[in-house]
């Protein structure tokens, strides 16, 4: 069954820690993506990373840091340094991002600073 | 950079009836218009999607049209259904990403 799929569902964190967000995707995608949804706005787009062991930054990328090692996984880390993290996180990836393509999201993950 | 702008931001239907959401788009390079589907709590879905070489595109009771020299395009729902009640949103392509749009909830009522 292909798809992507982001872990966990819904996360609570205290504030101050770190936590890391999942996203795999079994696609064969080239580029993946982050996005920070907040209630009445649009998407937002943190990070992407078009092949492994490259990413670069999106819009709001200040607090955040990611990784690439696999073509299948990109997890998100939301440090302390984001100074408003609870929102909705979706993570989506296209097959390559040499150009406009479309884009597939996964479920996303909740995430409630406490 | 581009700048997406849709309306309405909310729009309730009754069951049967026509919904029409209108998106504009600030930069004329792009050229890759998608349109997503998001219900309560999860991710956004593709309903549909058009490249700027046609100006109109339909999937059953769902159509997108284009107009490029005006800078904006149009999701069309026919015969609307209670579960077609979510969250759209609208997005252009800039550069090698997307720019989307706030979203409109759509409300069916029975």
């Known amino acids: 069954d292909g798809g992507i799929t982001q872990s966990p569902k819904y996360l609570f964190r205290k504030e101050g820690q770190n936590v890391t967000l999942s996203c795999e995707q079994n696609l064969n995608h080239d580029a993946m993506y982050w996005y920070r949804q907040d209630p009445g706005q649009g998407l937002r787009l943190i990070y992407y990373?078009?092949?492994?062991?490259?990413?670069q930054k999106g819009d709001i990328a200040e607090g955040y840091s990611v990784s690439r090692e696999k073509k299948e996984s990109f997890p998100l880390t939301v440090t302390s340094a984001q100074k408003n993290p609870t929102a909705f996180y979706l993570c989506a990836s296209s097959i390559f991002a040499g150009g406009a393509d479309t884009q597939y999201f996964g479920p996303g993950t909740r995430l409630t600073v406490l | 950079g581009e700048n997406v702008e849709q309306h309405p931001s909310t729009l309730s239907v009754q069951e049967g009836d026509s919904a029409v959401i209108k998106c504009t788009y600030s930069?004329?390079?792009?050229?890759?218009f998608p349109w997503y589907k998001q219900e309560l709590g999860k991710g956004p879905q593709l309903i549909i999607d058009i490249r700027s070489n046609v100006g109109e595109k339909k999937d059953q009771r769902i159509a997108v049209t284009l107009n490029k020299t005006a800078k904006h395009f149009s999701l069309h729902i026919t015969e609307t259904q209670p579960e077609d009640s979510a969250v759209y949103f609208c997005a252009a392509d800039y550069g090698q990403n997307f720019v989307f749009g706030p979203g409109t909830r759509l409300s069916v009522l029975p």
């Open positions: 990373s078009q092949i492994v062991n490259d990413f």
């Open positions: 930069d004329s390079a792009s050229n890759y």
